[in-house]
């Protein structure tokens, strides 16, 4: 069931409509278990031969019992082990697939970057490598565009997926049972008049764009805010990414969207994927 931006009351008010609040402010609060967490980690990382817990506790600061509920926790999750002969712990398999992500990422943001410019200065307007974040559209790489009215700055927020271009163009390549599972569990919000917030219509829609190899987001986030979006594909033919122009919507006439923006942003999305071993006639199955 959808429902209105700002139509509900009690402390959990508009809870997914503040799902996309902008990560630019940083004075957040720190977490202490999380900071020791991390500090066990990079403890860890330098100790090739794993550490006993009086070792950690003596260079964490923490009580014993603090650190053996730390050292468990992170144990539980995978991310240290413990030899059950020394009773060292050391960092797990779990956290060097963090730093081959990482590794991924990195190389995606390094070849995007130079084409992501050439977009920038033929379209004139901001642009973004966006990928799927917890079912949430993250706007990582961007560069701003110089005119004077600009959309305000998406760098490090989380958008709701099915209505950013960003989003939608990643969520149409999904496979089925991962939308589904999206689906099921999605709350919709009317952001706005253009907003979709039914199912059946938003699979459609979704279903078009991954025959078109486009999204467009018409005011559907904010009034008056409008985006362009293509998938970007790594060497197997998954969707990992998408390039994004976003623009005041003043400026998105349809002449210009489907005879400057709509070729330049695709275009952008397959050099992209080509750099990352795309051959442009492979598509994973969804």
Not at 44 to 68: E, F, N, Q, W, Y
Not at 98 to 114: D, E, G, K, N, W
Not at 216 to 224: A, M, R, V
Request: charged letters at 25%; hydrophobic letters at 40%.
């Amino acid at each position: 069931m959808a429902r209105k931006l700002g139509s509900t009351t009690g402390e959990k008010k508009d809870d997914a409509a503040k799902a996309w609040v902008r990560h630019d402010d940083k004075s957040h609060y720190v977490i202490q278990s999380v900071v020791n967490a991390f500090d066990l980690l990079e403890l860890a990382a330098h100790a090739p031969h794993g550490l006993p817990i009086d070792t950690i506790r003596r260079k964490l600061g923490l009580s014993k019992d603090m650190t053996v509920r730390l050292a468990a926790t992170l144990e539980r999750r995978g991310y240290l082990e413990k030899d059950r002969l020394t009773e060292h712990f050391n960092l797990s398999l779990r956290t060097m697939e963090l730093s081959q992500t990482f590794i991924r990422q990195a190389a995606l943001f390094h070849q995007a970057r130079p084409l992501i410019a050439e977009l920038w200065q033929a379209c004139e307007e901001t642009v973004y490598i966006a990928m799927l974040r917890d079912n949430q559209c993250a706007y990582l790489d961007q560069l701003e565009t110089r005119l004077p009215v600009r959309v305000v700055s998406r760098f490090a927020s989380l958008l709701p997926a099915y209505c950013s271009a960003g989003g939608k163009a990643q969520l149409a390549y999904l496979p089925q049972d991962k939308l589904h599972e999206y689906l099921d569990g999605l709350e919709f919000v009317c952001y706005t008049p253009a907003t979709i917030v039914d199912r059946s219509r938003l699979e459609e829609h979704l279903a078009r764009i991954a025959a078109e190899g486009i999204a467009i987001n018409h005011e559907e986030l904010e009034t008056g805010v409008c985006g362009v979006a293509a998938p970007i594909r790594n060497h197997t033919g998954k969707v990992i990414a998408a390039v994004v122009v976003s623009l005041p919507a003043f400026r998105m006439g349809e002449e210009r969207l489907n005879d400057s923006l709509i070729p330049l942003v695709r275009e952008t999305a397959a050099r992209i994927s080509a750099k990352l071993g795309h051959s442009g006639d492979q598509e994973e199955e969804g």
